[in-house]
């Protein structure tokens, strides 16, 4: 029997309670605002311009990188489809801040498919309450430029 070095490294166990199962646990970051990709990308290029406006800027290679991600993944473009999302999710006080984030980010198209992402929904929402939800925010995004 041969005995060969692993071939990758041990994972560090998680540090905290965090898990996004069908209990939410956040550990410290409950209650914590969380934005969606399209709002951190309207925030991440507001600053940018601003910044760029007032001063030389850097952009590092992180930067960068970030905000090639966010144009290619966030689902709204237009400020005033990212606000209408969030005023839409925030009639729910029901959601953790952490879950109305998700649905902004994610859009799903299903009720299923979104407690299938997000077990904690289950227990919040009907199948039929959810999807009503989620097709108002999917009815945004026919409006995206």
């Known amino acids: 029997m041969s005995h060969h070095a692993p071939t990758a ?6 540090q905290g309670d965090e898990e996004a199962s069908s209990e939410l646990k956040l550990g410290q970051f ?3 605002p969380s934005l969606s990709l399209s709002e951190a990308r309207l925030l991440i290029n507001t ?10 800027v850097k952009e590092t290679e992180m930067l960068i990188k970030t905000t090639e991600y ?8 237009d400020k005033e489809n990212i606000e209408a ?3 839409l999710l925030s009639m729910h006080p029901d959601l953790e801040l952490f879950e109305r984030s998700q649905l902004g980010t994610l ?3 299903s009720a299923e498919e979104a407690k299938t992402l997000m077990p ?8 039929e309450e959810l999807q009503e939800l989620l097709t108002e ?4 995004r026919g409006y995206v430029e």
């Open 107 to 109: 859009c799903c198209g």
């Open 30 to 32: 409950q209650n914590v």
């Open 120 to 127: 904690s929904l289950s227990k919040k929402k009907t199948d």
């Open 70 to 77: 966010l144009d290619h993944f966030a689902r709204f473009r």
């Open 47 to 56: 600053v940018m311009k601003h910044r760029k406006e007032t001063r030389e």
């Open 85 to 87: 999302v969030e005023r």
């Open 9 to 14: 490294r041990e994972r560090e166990q998680p």
């Open 137 to 140: 925010i999917n009815d945004l």
